[in-house]
């Protein structure tokens, strides 16, 4: 059964923007790092960014500059904000949570159903 909730894909030009959110409960939200992976068809499934409950902040290189990912604690929710989409961002993106940082970027064990990101050229 999914503990998390994504929300917020959708289709958008080359450099354009997205926002992403992804609601969770306690303990995942308050206690976890929490995160995003995307994967397109063909692809293994990437890390995208992740925070922890500290806000310390983890991204993949190919996002660095470009996304931005927070975390609302009056809502429970982790946002991914994505600026200056690009043709290549394009896949399903999967709200991810683990209790340390180092399980969430490589394998976490709490996942979203995930949502869909098309970036048009």
């Known amino acids: 059964q999914a503990q998390l909730a994504e929300s917020g894909g959708g289709l958008v030009q080359a450099g354009g923007s997205l926002r992403l959110s992804c609601a969770a409960p306690?303990?995942?939200?308050?206690?976890?790092?929490m995160g995003w992976f995307r994967q397109a068809p063909g692809k293994e499934r990437e890390f995208v960014s992740a925070?922890?409950?500290?806000?310390?902040?983890q991204y993949a290189d190919s996002v660095q500059g470009r996304f931005s990912i927070s975390k609302d604690d009056a809502k429970h929710t982790v946002y991914l904000q994505m600026n200056n989409l690009k043709p290549e961002d394009t896949g399903v993106y999967y709200c991810?949570?683990?209790?340390?940082?180092?399980?969430?970027?490589?394998?976490?064990?709490?996942w979203g159903q995930g949502t869909q990101v098309t970036v048009s050229s």
């Open positions: 991810a949570a683990d209790q340390s940082m180092g399980k969430m970027i490589k394998s976490p064990n709490y």
């Open positions: 306690d303990p995942i939200f308050s206690n976890y790092a």
């Open positions: 925070i922890m409950w500290s806000r310390s902040t």
